[in-house]
């Protein structure tokens, strides 16, 4: 298997822009997670999905972030507008069901808005 | 909510020397328990788990971890690390029942030669 595919794997954009970040997990995984990873906070999960599903949200900084998972083999990450703040590697991780739940990560997205 | 503290931000050591990176959570309900690690660059790789069964558990690349419930500790160990060890180490902690995995700060480990 490939492992799970992050693209772009860098985003330079301005303040303002809208950028879009996108994630294929492993086939056959069911659970999706989306993390940002920072300096100043280390590794924050931003948002999970379960079948598709979003099922915790609660580490999406604000409205400016929204996610989606439309099928099984694709989710997005969407800043609108950006800020210089979000500049940050944005990591896309998936598991499967089952006791282990253990993460297969992706190699990130490093963003940096000027 | 579950918290995870890795007590060292960084730890330098010599080529073949042993390490110890420590990592205590908050929670003593039933867990499971996993130490990942970053290369620059990259994105976190497991490198061992603890689900049940034995205390200590062995993972990739020579590495080791014990589970202490009674400390609520999962340190982990190498007994001779190499250069390309260096590299940044997670503890992470999933209660049983949860989806979602708690992540420590994360621990530098730097090898001199």
């Known amino acids: 298997d490939a492992g799970v595919i992050q693209s772009p794997r860098h985003e330079v954009t301005e303040m303002g822009q809208e950028v879009t970040l996108r994630c294929k997990p492993i086939?056959?995984?069911?659970?999706l997670f989306w993390y940002r990873q920072t300096m100043m906070r280390g590794l924050e999960l931003l948002i999970y999905?379960?079948?598709?599903?979003?099922?915790?949200d609660s580490g999406m900084p604000e409205d400016r972030f929204s996610a989606k998972m439309p099928n099984a083999s694709f989710s997005t990450l969407k800043i609108q507008p950006s800020e210089p703040r979000d500049s940050a590697v944005y990591f896309c991780?998936?598991?499967?069901?089952?006791?282990?739940?253990?993460?297969?990560f992706g190699p990130g997205t490093r963003l940096t808005v000027t | 909510a579950q918290s995870v503290t890795q007590l060292d931000s960084q730890v330098p050591v010599f080529e073949e020397a042993p390490v110890e990176l420590r990592c205590n959570y908050s929670?003593?309900?039933?867990?499971?328990l996993f130490w990942y690690v970053q290369y620059p660059n990259q994105g976190l790789q497991l490198l061992l788990k603890?689900?049940?069964?034995?205390?200590l558990v062995k993972g990739i690349n020579g590495f080791e971890a014990e589970f202490n419930k009674s400390q609520t500790s999962f340190h982990l160990r190498k007994p001779s690390v190499h250069i390309s060890d260096t590299a940044e180490y997670f503890c992470a902690v999933r209660p049983g029942g949860s989806y979602i995995p708690t992540f420590g700060r994360g621990t530098s480990l730097i090898v001199h030669p």
């Open positions: 991780a998936s598991s499967s069901g089952g006791n282990s739940y253990e993460q297969y």
């Open positions: 999905f379960n079948n598709n599903v979003p099922i915790d």
């Open positions: 603890y689900l049940s069964g034995s205390t």
């Open positions: 929670s003593s309900v039933s867990v499971y």
């Open positions: 086939s056959g995984h069911n659970s």
